[in-house]
């Protein structure tokens, strides 16, 4: 069975498994969100840390939560720790660790434990009798042909995977949308007041590919 690697940024490749990185700070990236970014797994010296590494099975997922502890210790809290979806109409928890889909949707897998709680979400696609698909998000830089960021150009996914959600850059030129599959192809238009619109055709390949986009906006002209 291939496996799947999700970092606390956005990357999740393979099938098997998936880590989601739990800090005292939350740090948001996603659908809407302006100029929201990727943060990496890094521990900071004296931080606890949440991770829980989930296995795709016929009927959902089975996961495991560990605590990394200020002292680096590495503890098992799966049975003590709080799992909870976003969508629980579509799937339940019926036992710590354990999520079985029962309607096809996209949801949010949270963990807490104490005062501790997944910093990044980890996403999937459920479906009854499906394998379950690990979602990631796709990072977009705007820039004009001097790449200059462009400050609130609009990004949006028009077709495949995440159709529909959009975001907008931030003084950097970047944002972030989430809900988008590894392997799949997509189609990403760009948009920003005084230049030509574009649009890419994308696909975020298995690891090593990258889950990040440049897009190069030309001026209207005069």
């Known amino acids: 069975m291939a496996s799947w690697t999700a970092r606390s940024f956005p990357v999740a490749h393979g099938i098997r498994a998936v880590m989601l990185v739990a800090t005292l700070s939350a740090a948001g990236c996603g659908d809407g969100e302006e100029g929201a970014g990727p943060t990496g797994p890094t521990r900071p010296a004296g931080v606890a840390m949440l991770l829980a590494d989930c296995s795709a099975l016929d009927d959902g997922l089975r996961c495991a939560a560990r605590l990394i502890d200020s002292a680096g210790r590495t503890s098992d809290v799966t049975n003590a720790a709080t799992w909870s979806v976003s969508t629980p109409e579509a799937a339940v928890v019926p036992q710590a660790g354990r999520v079985v889909p029962v309607a096809p949707a996209d949801i949010t897998l949270t963990v807490t434990y104490q005062n501790l709680r997944n910093g990044n979400p980890v996403e999937y696609r459920l479906a009854p009798g499906a394998t379950p698909r690990p979602l990631t998000f796709l990072g977009v830089?705007?820039?004009?042909?001097?790449?200059?960021?462009?400050?609130?150009?609009?990004?949006?996914?028009?077709?495949?995977?995440?159709?529909?959600?959009?975001?907008?850059?931030?003084?950097?030129?970047?944002?972030?949308?989430?809900?988008?599959?590894?392997?799949e192809p997509l189609r990403v238009r760009v948009s920003a007041e005084g230049y030509v619109a574009a649009e890419r055709d994308h696909r975020i390949d298995p690891f090593p590919g990258t889950p990040f986009l440049t897009v190069l906006l030309a001026r209207v002209p005069r």
């Open 141 to 183: 830089s705007v820039l004009d042909e001097a790449r200059a960021a462009l400050f609130r150009a609009q990004v949006e996914i028009v077709s495949g995977t995440g159709a529909g959600s959009s975001c907008l850059t931030n003084e950097t030129g970047y944002c972030g949308v989430r809900g988008v599959a590894v392997g």
